[in-house]
Structures are given as structure tokens and as C-alpha cells.
């Protein structure tokens, strides 16, 4: 299939473009590279530098004709989205719908969109399903659940078909391509930051959330499993429907607990201070894939935390060393 692929240059955009080359699919990147690195969009795919909102039309008219649209492009910080609504209603709502415009008057069918756990809010009970109530405590669940309104109402009226994948916490590494923001806010690649002692220790947003150690918990999917549900859904895919999956380990870890295994998998201790809670997080997600497992046949392999941490170390070691040896 030829594939375009909003946000290539970001991390599980990467990966994804990376699993699709893999599979002999035609990728074409878009990206502004606001977030991403023009380094992570893997060889083998063509890179457009462009904005969503202002470009996919275009792209889909030079690059086309294409099958599909995998949208990944898109802000995704919980505390940034609270400072910052502008940024989060304008980059992911008002360029979300400008998409679904341009894949309409090109005639690009099938869509897989980057949704999120964050569309629930705090939820009532755990693990979450896809029929649990939808209410984000901050404005970037908030975005990414109008996104996913807007994505129904076209599949029906339009003939889109669409799935929309619901993250829990990606981390993990795949094919050379990992979490490496300009700006990072992830536990996990802040952690092995602190292992290599590139920053001075790690704060534990909030110690008094309602969870067996205080702290809160989350659910961790790695990267490569989530790079095989979005292969299962392009397949998936189905015209005049929009179908929703949650996508997790089905396990929950608390802060603490993620903090404990880092230091397990590298070796090292570093410190550990207490903070107070970030504005906007739920205290505990876990996600039920079970929809994903018996409609997709999504089957995730790599399902143990030590194994998602030891692949990110690996990938946090090395641009480490890539960093350091760089000329100056
Ligand atoms: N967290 C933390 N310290 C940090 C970064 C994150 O305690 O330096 C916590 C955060 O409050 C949340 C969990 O780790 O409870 C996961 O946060 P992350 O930003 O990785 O993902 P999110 O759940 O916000 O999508």
C-alpha cells in the first residue's frame, strides 16, 4: 500500500513508518518537525516538512495516490495542554478536521488515527474499556476525543473507514527508533536520564494519590506492539465505520514501581525526590485490549516492563553516546 504517515518524525510515528517499510509498504512522511527529528524518519521513506493542517491536501495531490493515512502528528503533553489550550485546540482539532477534509476531496479511504487513554479521564473502574464513559480531565484528551467525534461523523456521512487506536503509556524502542524529544516529559526516558546522570535526579509527581503506594499508576505498552495493531488495523479498516480499540499491557505499574525496575535494569542509583502531583493526571489507567485481541488478532509480545525498560535503555545509551562523540 502507499501510505502517508503524519508526525513520521516523532517517536511511535517512527517506529510505525519503520514496521511499515518493513512489511514493503510505499511511506510518505509529513511533519513539521515541531516536535520530531528529521533523523528518526527511517530510510526508505519520503520526507515532506510540512504541517498537517496546512499541507495534507497538497501532499495528497503530488505525493498520491494513496490507500491510506496513518495520523500521528499531533501535541500530546498532558501539563502543556492545560498552559497552553490554544496550541492543543488549533494543532489537533482544527488541523485533525482539515485532514479528513483533504483525504475526502483526494478520495483517501481508510484512516488510522493516534487516540488516547487520556479520552477517558479518570475512570471508574479499571482496567477501561471502549464502552467506558469519555470524560478528559485536561484539554488534550479533550482534543484528541473531538478529533475522534469529528472521525464518526465522517465515516458515516462520508464513507471513511477508520480506526482509532486509544494508547495507554508507549515506551520501548524498536529498528533504531525511540523516545528522543527536544523537550521531554516521559517518566520512563526521564528516568534513564537520570541513570546516565544527565539530569540530577527524578521527581515522583504526587505520593498521595489513592493507590497502594501513593503514587500513580499506569499502563505500558511497548512500541513494536503497538507498531503491530496499527499494521492489524490498516487491515481492518472498513468503509462508512469507525471502530475504537484500546491499546495497553493490561498491567499497572505505579510510578515508584517503573522507578524500581529502571534502576534494576541499569545498574545504577540515582536520586529520587517527591514532588507535587501534575496538574491534569488521573491517579490510575489501565487499559482491557481485549476488543483489540478478539477483532484485530492483535497479539502483543512484549508484554513485561523489565523488557519494555531494557529496550528504551538501550536506545537512551546509545544516543547517549552518539550525543557525546558528536563534533562540537
Ligand atoms: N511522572 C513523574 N515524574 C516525571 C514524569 C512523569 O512522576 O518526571 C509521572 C506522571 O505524573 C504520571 C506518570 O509518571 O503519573 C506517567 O507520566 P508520563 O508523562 O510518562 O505519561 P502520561 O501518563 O502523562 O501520558
Redesign the pocket.
Request: a positive charge; hydrophobic letters at 60%; zero cysteines.
Given at each position: 500500500m502507499r501510505l502517508l504517515v503524519t508526525g513520521g518524525a516523532g517517536y511511535v510515528g517512527s517506529v510505525v513508518a519503520t514496521r511499515l517499510l518493513e512489511l514493503g509498504h510505499q511511506v510518505v512522511v509529513l511533519d513539521d518537525l515541531s516536535t520530531g527529528n528529521r533523523e528518526a524518519v527511517p530510510a526508505g521513506a519520503e520526507f515532506v516538512h510540512g504541517e498537517v493542517g496546512a499541507d495534507t491536501a497538497g501532499v495528497l495531490a503530488a505525493h498520491g495516490p494513496f490507500d491510506a493515512v496513518l495520523h500521528f502528528a499531533a501535541m500530546s503533553l498532558?501539563g502543556e495542554s492545560v498552559t497552553d489550550p490554544d496550541k492543543y485546540w488549533h494543532g489537533n482539532v482544527v488541523a485533525g478536521i482539515a485532514l479528513l477534509d483533504a483525504m475526502c476531496e483526494a478520495g483517501v479511504g481508510t484512516l488510522v488515527f493516534s487516540s488516547t487513554a487520556?479520552t477517558y479521564g479518570e475512570p471508574d473502574r479499571v482496567p477501561i474499556v471502549e464502552t467506558a464513559p469519555t470524560a478528559p480531565t485536561n484539554p488534550y484528551g479533550a482534543t484528541k476525543l473531538a478529533i475522534d467525534h469529528a472521525i464518526t461523523s465522517y465515516a458515516h456521512a462520508r464513507g471513511l473507514g477508520a480506526v482509532s487506536l486509544r494508547y495507554f503509556?508507549v515506551a520501548g524502542a524498536y529498528g533504531g527508533a525511540g523516545e528522543n524529544r527536544v523537550v521531554e516529559?516521559?517518566?520512563?526516558p526521564?528516568v534513564l536520564q537520570a541513570a546516565l546522570g544527565h539530569r540530577p535526579d527524578?521527581?515522583?509527581?504526587?505520593t498521595d494519590y489513592p493507590t497502594a503506594d501513593g503514587?500513580?499508576v499506569?499502563d505500558y505498552i511497548h512500541v513494536a506492539d503497538l507498531a503491530d495493531a496499527h499494521v492489524l488495523a490498516l487491515e481492518a479498516a472498513e468503509s462508512g465505520t469507525h471502530r475504537i480499540y484500546n491499546l495497553g499491557s493490561g498491567e499497572g505499574f505505579s510510578?515508584r514501581e517503573v522507578i524500581d525496575t529502571c534502576k534494576q535494569v541499569t545498574g545504577i542509583d540515582f536520586p529520587v525526590r517527591i514532588a507535587e502531583r501534575?496538574a491534569g493526571?488521573p491517579a490510575v489507567?489501565i487499559a482491557s485490549s481485549q476488543r483489540a485481541v478478539d477483532e484485530l488478532g492483535w497479539r502483543p509480545q512484549r508484554t513485561d516492563l523489565t523488557q519494555v525498560v531494557a529496550d528504551a535503555w538501550e536506545y537512551t545509551r546509545a544516543l547517549g553516546e552518539r550525543a557525546h562523540s558528536a563534533p562540537r
Open positions: 498532558v487520556a503509556n516529559t516521559h517518566l520512563i526521564l527524578i521527581a515522583i509527581f504526587g503514587t500513580a499506569r510510578v501534575r493526571d489507567l
